[in-house]
């Protein structure tokens, strides 16, 4: 069984930084890729991120590209989103999410078998 808990989250001003963490465990050790996904106000789930694990490809969604970068430490199975810039349209639940399988951009998410609670972050002044 594999368990995912996103951690991080809260409050940031405008322009401001955070950084997201992804633990995960048990089945989550043999993933193929993870990704991180969010949910704004009123809105659709939205891909943000995903890297493959064998490599570090990365691929990122052009609404956060050169603000948001994702890292990870295997070792301690934990996956980071690094959020810089951070604009008000990036209010949202934050998701982790890991496949088996699939690498690359999925923008409904559909490949991700296996799901964290979600973090909220909120970007006001």
């Known amino acids: 069984q594999a368990r995912l808990v996103e951690s991080g989250g809260g409050l940031a001003q405008p322009g401001g930084s955070l950084i997201l963490a992804c633990t995960f465990s048990?089945?989550?050790?043999?993933?193929?890729?993870m990704a991180w996904y969010r949910r704004p106000p009123g809105k659709e789930r939205e891909f943000v991120s995903t890297i493959k694990w064998e490599d570090d490809g990365q691929y990122i969604a052009d609404s956060v590209r050169g603000r948001f970068t994702m890292s990870k430490d295997y070792a301690k199975k934990i996956l980071y989103l690094h959020m810089n810039r951070l604009q008000t349209e990036d209010t949202a639940i934050y998701y982790c999410?890991?496949?088996?399988?699939?690498?690359?951009?999925?923008?409904?998410?559909?490949?991700?078998?296996?799901w964290g609670q979600g973090t909220q972050v909120t970007v006001s002044s």
């Open positions: 048990g089945r989550a050790g043999n993933y193929y890729s």
């Open positions: 999410a890991g496949s088996y399988w699939h690498s690359g951009v999925s923008l409904s998410g559909s490949e991700y078998a296996d």
